[in-house]
C-alpha cells in the first residue's frame, strides 16, 4: 500500500524567507509524486511532478522538490516566501491501482500543510 | 486550452435531496476523476472513469454514483442527501488515465446539505 505524510499541517514563515514543506511518502514501487497548492475556494494547481527522470524537479512560481529515495522524501522549497505564496499545500503519489484494470491509476493525498507566509 | 470546467460552483440543497454535479474535461483527456473534499477527512478519491467505464472505485455508499460519456465528459450524483456530504467536490482530468500522467483538477463544487 501506497501512503503519503506530510510532517506539518501549518508551517509559518517571513516573507522573504525560506520555505520548506515536508513530506514522505511509502511505497513498495516507484511511484510519481506531485506537489499542488490549494489556494482558499479554489481547485488544486499543480506546482511540479516526479516521475523520476530527475530527482530535481523544477516547478511553478520558484518552487522546487527533491525526490530522496533514501529517505523516501519529496519535500517542497522555495528560496524566498512571497505573501501570495500563503495557501494549502498538498503532496500526492500516484500510482497503478492494483483492484482494477490495466491503465488504472489512484492517488494518495497527503493531509496538507497550510503555509502563512508573514509581511 | 481550457482547463478543467465544473458546474454548478456553488449549491445547496435539502437534506433527502439528490445532486447531479458535472465536469468538463480537458480536450483529449480520456480520464476523469472524482474526489470529496472536507475539512475533517481531507481529500477522499471517489471514482474514476475512462472511455466511459468505470475502472476504480473509493470507499463510498452507494448513494454516490457516476458516469461518463463518449465526449469524457462526467457527471456525479449523490442521492438522499444527508448533512455529511456538505463538502467540495473537485473533479480532474488526466490523458489516458495512468500513473505519472499529470493530474488536472478543476475549480471545484461546493455543497452545502442543510
Known amino acids: 500500500a501506497q501512503s503519503v505524510t506530510q510532517l506539518d499541517s501549518h508551517v509559518s514563515v517571513s516573507e522573504g524567507t525560506p520555505v520548506l514543506l515536508r513530506c514522505n511518502y511509502s511505497s513498495s514501487y516507484s511511484p510519481s509524486l506531485f506537489w499542488y497548492v490549494q489556494h482558499p475556494n479554489k481547485g488544486l494547481q499543480l506546482l511540479l511532478k516526479?516521475?523520476?527522470?530527475?530527482?530535481l524537479v523544477k516547478g511553478i512560481n520558484g518552487f522546487e522538490a527533491e525526490f530522496k529515495k533514501s529517505e523516501t522524501s519529496f519535500h517542497l522549497t522555495k528560496p524566498s516566501a512571497h505573501r501570495s505564496d500563503a495557501a494549502e499545500y498538498f503532496c500526492v503519489g500516484s500510482h497503478h491501482s492494483p483492484y482494477s484494470g490495466a491503465g488504472s491509476y489512484q492517488l494518495t493525498f497527503g493531509k496538507g500543510t497550510k503555509l502563512s507566509v508573514i509581511p | 486550452k481550457a482547463g478543467v470546467t465544473q458546474t454548478p460552483r456553488y449549491l445547496i440543497k435539502t437534506r433527502g435531496q439528490q445532486v447531479t454535479l458535472s465536469c468538463s474535461p480537458i480536450s483529449g483527456h480520456r480520464s476523469v476523476s472524482w474526489y470529496q473534499q472536507t475539512p475533517g477527512q481531507g481529500l477522499q478519491f471517489l471514482f474514476e472513469?475512462?472511455?466511459?467505464?468505470?475502472?476504480n472505485k473509493g470507499n463510498f455508499p452507494g448513494r454516490f454514483s457516476g458516469r461518463q460519456f463518449s465526449n469524457s465528459r462526467s457527471e456525479m450524483n449523490v442521492s438522499t442527501l444527508e448533512l455529511g456530504d456538505s463538502a467540495l467536490y473537485l473533479c480532474?482530468?488526466?490523458?489516458?488515465?495512468?500513473?505519472?500522467?499529470?493530474?488536472?483538477f478543476g475549480e471545484g463544487s461546493w455543497l452545502t446539505v442543510v
Open positions: 472513469y475512462f472511455s466511459e467505464t468505470q475502472r
Open positions: 480532474a482530468s488526466s490523458l489516458e488515465g495512468e500513473a505519472g500522467n499529470t493530474i488536472y
Open positions: 516526479y516521475t523520476s527522470a530527475a530527482t
